[in-house]
């Protein structure tokens, strides 16, 4: 398994990826922890104190998208936008689960955007 699939916690992640200055959190004060990931760059996993859910993600293994908050779209309130939003592109698409299919209209990523 891939470095992707073991920050993930499973086969895939639904996310929501946000500017940093478009970005709150509302209550408390997560807690963080940062790890190297495969490439070497640093990513920094915000968790809830008191349960553990992991809430966001941030740091400079986005390839190109610092200053950027990768929300995991499973702790968010607001369960219309999850029905409304589709997936623009499935990051890390040839470690995909083979027994999983690609999504329709998302576009398949190696790995990281670079920076654009």
């Known amino acids: 398994m891939s470095g992707a699939h073991h920050i993930s916690g499973g086969n895939y992640s639904n996310n929501f990826v946000v500017p940093s200055s478009n970005f709150k959190v509302l209550q408390g004060t997560p807690k963080e922890i940062t790890k190297t990931a495969d490439s070497g760059k640093s990513i920094t996993s915000c968790f809830c104190p008191d349960c553990g859910t992991t809430l966001f993600r941030y740091g400079d293994t986005f390839g190109g998208i610092d200053g950027m908050r990768i929300i995991k779209a499973g702790v ?26 690609a999504l329709d209209g998302a576009g398949q990523v190696e790995a990281m955007p670079p920076p654009s």
């Open 76 to 101: 968010l309130d607001d369960v219309n936008l999850l029905h409304n939003t589709k997936p623009g592109a499935e990051l890390f698409a040839p470690e995909r689960i083979k027994w999983i299919p």
